[in-house]
């Protein structure tokens, strides 16, 4: 049985105080036995603070970014044993926006999720189509070049630690939200391709979760299909009161 699994990412918004606000009232109002996963990506500025309210809380922290190496002379970048060592548990790797505004390859993205599992957190890595390559037929190619080279040479044991996102370029922050039918089709071929690197019992416990326009009135049918098991929420993971009717979807 797969788990649900929700995570907000605030992307660069929110100070700290904001963000200490936001934890102390969805930690108040998440009913303690919830059968679900949450976590929130705060940005790095508030991670500690975040953290230190989340401690003794169901909530779990992520990072919305990591660099590839350990330690040393990269300035304006954060590695994943400060990560570790500040409480996230997961790490967002390789969202569109750092594809596209920051050209991350494929080659960096794997090599940021070695560092990840290295560092005993799990990654969250970002998948999906532009709407240039939807349009022509490459959705399934892009992805499942995306998937072979985010996942290369992580072994098994890596990559059943791995959360894969699905999230279509043309869907975020546009209030275009994919058809569910049309994520399952792409959540269905991400479990094939991630079987065809493990096994069917890996592939079928693997969380693909989907990312774009997530919001309290689409999460239900887009969770009714079949291999949906979470949701990436960008804007709507901004306000305490949506992300809740979110992570309290029927
Ligand atoms: P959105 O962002 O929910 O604002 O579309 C999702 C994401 O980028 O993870």
Not at 2 to 29: D, H, Y
Not at 120 to 136: A, D, F, K, N, S
Not at 216 to 245: C, H, Q, R, T, Y
Request: charged share 25%.
């Amino acid at each position: 049985m797969r788990r649900p699994f929700i995570c907000g990412n605030w992307k660069m918004n929110k100070t700290v105080r904001e963000s200490e606000i936001f934890a102390q009232q969805l930690a108040a109002l998440l009913p303690p036995s919830l059968q679900r996963d949450v976590a929130i990506a705060p940005p790095f500025t508030a991670l500690h603070s975040v953290a230190l309210i989340i401690r003794n809380t169901p909530i779990r922290l992520a990072a919305q970014n990591v660099h590839d190496r350990p330690k040393g002379a990269f300035t304006g970048e954060i590695s994943a044993p400060m990560l570790l060592d500040i409480g996230c548990q997961y790490v967002i790797v390789g969202h569109s926006e750092r594809r596209s505004y920051f050209g991350e390859t494929d080659e960096w993205i794997n090599k940021k999720i070695k560092a990840v599992l290295e560092n005993g957190m799990q990654p969250i890595l970002c998948v999906g189509e532009t709407l240039e390559e939807r349009e022509e037929n490459f959705t399934f190619s892009v992805v499942e070049r995306q998937i072979k080279g985010g996942l290369q040479g992580l072994g098994i044991d890596g990559i059943s630690k791995t959360i894969i996102a699905y999230e279509p370029v043309w869907a975020i922050g546009t209030g275009k939200t994919a058809e569910p039918f049309q994520a399952q089709e792409v959540h269905r071929f991400i479990r094939k391709e991630v079987e065809k690197l493990t096994s069917q019992e890996v592939a079928n416990e693997l969380r693909i979760i989907y990312g774009g326009s997530v919001n309290p009135s689409n999460i239900s049918p887009l969770m009714a299909e079949e291999d949906i098991d979470g949701a990436l929420v960008g804007g709507a993971s901004l306000s305490v009161d949506d992300f809740l009717s979110i992570i309290m979807y029927k």
